[in-house]
């Protein structure tokens, strides 16, 4: 007898449907999975038999085969056992015909026959939905992530035995209910830009960045509080909208991170700066989701930027500009989403030291900051210069704006942009293209004017001309202005890369 369960598979950030076909034949027991599986998929013989006969099942002493289809897909992992298992149970007649119809089951099973949670299980709920599946059946622990997809109706189980009981018709599980956000720690706790002394134009820089979506660069000695100012940000970016929050879960949760939570933060991703380039963009054999896929819809701040491979720091060019990852393999090609806002930290030169003390040469300052190409450089639309924190802003009482109140202003820049930019499919002034910019950035006379005169100072690339515009356009939102003025663009011109380090760049 032959029979057949659909499941999915776990493909970049995204999943992948696939049959499980189950022939029984009479002849000398065996079992055969075929269709390009890996260890994992060919060990869930073993794992099917015990689970079968542990929830005291019967499993058929024929010659069993299993296809994977379709089988020019490498299959990985073990969360086709479940699939495995209800189609074997289905071929020998243990289930009712049409009880598979319509459902999708992913999951796990332990020898003694409980299913295990897994990771993903948002994926495969919208691969499911898209299939046309009705019900899809996972892990009891990864229901509630599931239920977050809307359209499809979702069933936790905890063993094979109770989804025996389900697929039959004598057991119906409780209703689940969509996991709810979680927060680590009451909103407006932790770190606050009131901590940071002095550095006006650092965090001015910085309400901008959050206000936009833009990215930035933070020169400067070590101690003047670039790390610290990047480690605040989140604290003054806007929360995450639901559905932002569904594409954050996705993504930790095919990672194996965030605790099978809904998260209610975006993230703040800080890799060290020895990173590979695939682990900072994704790929690999077996192509994984990288440092700039986890930061998706949050920050990833890369601290001592020029020490980073010049291979890494290249490898963001296209990510940055397109905010997605394109992994080419041989038979597929793979997107990762990357709508991150990078943030960037690094001293002036290889000593660190300002001003008088600094002991490197013209030329060793000059090699130092060509490790950041100008490509690269003309991709980041904040550069701002730190000078060493004074002795008076470190002993005097502190009188810093806190975060919540620049979060006040950043959000209602936000809603602006978000009035501004209705329809239009991005949701702050920095993810514009080029036809939006130009659209929603109309300049004045004065403004022009400005504006190339910052070209003739600066030497703009057509690139560089729009991201000033963008720019420009978050300043007047934060001042509350309609239209872009001359002093919007004199301050947008001023956090472009000086002339001097883009020369070395």
């Known amino acids: 007898m032959l029979a057949t369960a659909a499941t999915f598979t776990i493909e970049g950030v995204r999943s992948r449907e696939i049959l499980v076909e189950v022939d029984l034949r009479q002849g000398l027991p065996a079992f055969t999975v075929v269709g390009l599986a890996d260890t994992a998929v060919r060990e869930a013989r073993e794992r099917v038999r015990a689970a079968t006969l542990n929830s005291g ?9 299993a296809n994977l289809a379709p089988a020019y897909l490498r ?11 209800v189609a074997l149970l289905s071929a020998s007649g243990q289930l009712p015909d049409g009880a598979l119809e319509g459902c999708a089951i992913c999951g796990e099973l332990s020898l003694s026959g409980d299913i295990r949670s897994m990771g993903g299980a948002i994926a495969m709920a919208f691969g499911a939905r898209e299939r046309g599946y009705r019900r899809l059946v996972v892990p009891e622990h990864n229901a509630p992530e599931a239920a977050l997809v809307d359209g499809i109706e979702v069933f936790g189980v905890p063993s094979l035995g109770r989804l025996v009981e389900l697929l039959t018709g004598s057991w119906t599980p409780s209703p689940v209910r969509p996991a709810r956000r979680h927060r ?20 001015r820089a910085l309400e901008i960045a959050a206000a936009g979506g833009h990215s930035l660069l933070m020169i400067g000695p070590p101690g003047a509080g670039k790390t610290m100012l990047a480690r605040r940000l989140p604290g003054i970016l ?9 594409e954050i879960t996705n993504v930790h949760s095919i990672a194996g991170l965030g605790g099978r939570r809904l998260a209610c933060e975006r993230p703040f991703r800080a890799p060290h700066h020895t990173i590979s380039a695939p682990g900072l963009v994704g790929g690999g054999n077996r192509p994984a989701p990288g440092e700039i896929t986890l930061a998706h819809r949050g ?3 890369l601290d001592e930027l020029a020490e980073f491979s010049r291979a890494a720091l290249e490898a963001l060019r296209q990510p940055l500009e397109d905010g997605r990852v394109v992994v080419t393999r041989a038979q597929r090609t793979i997107d990762f989403p990357a709508a991150v806002m990078l943030v960037g930290a690094s001293n002036p030169c290889p ?7 600094c002991s490197c040469g013209a030329a060793e300052h000059a090699r130092y900051l060509r490790r950041l190409s100008g490509p690269l450089v003309d991709r980041i639309d904040l550069v701002c210069e730190l000078a060493p924190t004074s002795p008076r802003a470190l002993v005097d009482e502190p009188s810093e704006e806190p975060s919540a109140t620049v979060r006040a202003r950043v959000l209602a820049a936000r809603e602006r942009q978000g009035r501004r930019l209705a329809g239009a499919g991005v949701q702050a002034n920095g993810a514009m293209d080029g036809p939006l910019t130009r659209r929603h950035v109309r300049l004045g006379p004065d403004a022009v004017t400005r504006m190339l005169e910052g070209h003739l100072q600066l030497g703009l690339s057509g690139r560089g001309h729009d991201r000033v515009l963008r720019l420009a356009r978050t300043i007047a939102d934060l001042a509350g202005r309609e239209h872009v003025e001359a002093r919007d663009i004199d301050e947008a011109l001023g956090f472009r890369m000086p002339p001097a380090l883009s020369e070395a760049a």
């Open 75 to 85: 299959k990985t992992g073990a969360t086709f056992d479940l699939a495995l298992a």
């Open 184 to 203: 680590t720690r009451p909103p407006g706790s932790g770190l606050d830009l009131a901590d940071v002394r002095g550095q006006d134009d650092a965090k």
């Open 57 to 65: 099942l019967e499993f058929p002493l024929k010659r069993v085969t």
């Open 351 to 357: 000593c660190g030291r300002a001003g008088g003390e």
């Open 299 to 301: 920050v990833l701040f």
């Open 238 to 246: 806007p929360p995450p909208t639901f559905d932002e929050t569904v």
